[in-house]
């Protein structure tokens, strides 16, 4: 199985079948990163002529990183946003082409030892624009909310900010880390803490139960409950290329779309595009 170089590669590369290696480079979400480098090592111990390279970074870098012609597949824990369409158009006359690779639950993380066991979308935005600042506000201990959250440049952040706090700012008061391990880490570290973050990244950590409002019943981030979509917080991971596939390019999306790459995409932790 050939190594996997965790590299970016300035330029895009040409992608086709030829006697030498084909190179394909992946950068963005950070939350895919640990599912990209499953597809790619299986793929590359079943493919000898390809090389996969794989960076994160986080969604917006690999957008922009797919703008500016510096990677074959942006990898997206979030839609690409018009702006962001209209700029690949100005400069490839393409709005590029979205692959939906994966579904995932934005998991909320809290301590082992919290004793809060579900939490409404509400009061998520209540604690994350710091209008809500202690347990007991929400049914637990009478401790200050710790809140740990993803840089800006993270689709998770963007994602959260859109859907659950419905745009209103975080509150200054959230320490932003580079990635859902590093929230789960200081999670796990911190009794008084509250994160959130992908599914395949929740070790060690409780998972809070979440409901639309007070009134519903709350749902745990199941596979059942997601793909039923009662699961409230659940979401696309997504591929994004300037232009249709093809080539080598194209049989490794296929590859990934397939029963082969869906199912490592369930033994990942995250649950299958369809």
């Given at each position: 199985m050939k190594k996997l170089f965790l590299v970016l590669i300035v330029g895009l590369m040409a992608l086709g079948f030829t006697n030498q290696e084909t190179v394909i480079t992946v950068k963005g979400s950070d939350t895919m990163v640990i599912l990209t480098q499953r597809w790619a090592e299986r793929y590359m111990s079943e493919h000898p002529g390809v090389i996969i390279q794989v960076t994160g970074g986080g969604s917006g870098i690999g957008i922009a990183a797919l703008i500016n012609g510096a990677t074959d597949i942006c990898n997206s824990s979030r839609p690409m946003k018009p702006s962001e369409r209209e700029k690949l158009k100005a400069r490839y006359n393409s709005l590029g082409v979205e692959i939906k690779s994966?579904?995932?639950?934005?998991?909320?993380?809290v301590n082992e030892s919290n004793s809060v066991k579900e939490l409404s979308l509400e009061q998520l935005r209540g604690i994350y624009t710091g209008k809500i600042k202690n347990w007991k506000e929400v049914g637990g201990a009478d401790a200050k909310i710790i809140i740990y959250g993803r840089e800006n440049s993270s689709g998770t952040y963007v994602y959260f900010k859109d859907n659950v706090l419905m745009g209103d700012d975080y509150s200054s008061a959230m320490q932003s880390l580079p990635g859902t391990a590093a929230v789960v880490n200081a999670v796990v570290k911190d009794k008084n803490a509250i994160g959130y973050g992908?599914?395949?990244?929740?070790?060690?950590?409780k998972y809070a139960a979440v409901k639309q409002d007070s009134k519903s019943p709350a749902y745990l981030?199941?596979?059942?409950n997601i793909k039923t979509g009662l699961y409230p917080i659940s979401r696309f991971l997504f591929m994004y290329t300037v232009s249709r596939p093809t080539g080598a390019l194209k049989d490794y999306i296929d590859w990934i779309l397939s029963p082969a790459g869906q199912g490592i995409v369930t033994k990942v932790g995250y649950f299958p595009a369809k």
């Open positions: 994966a579904k995932d639950a934005l998991i909320i993380f992908g599914a395949a990244y929740a070790k060690g950590v981030p199941t596979e059942q």
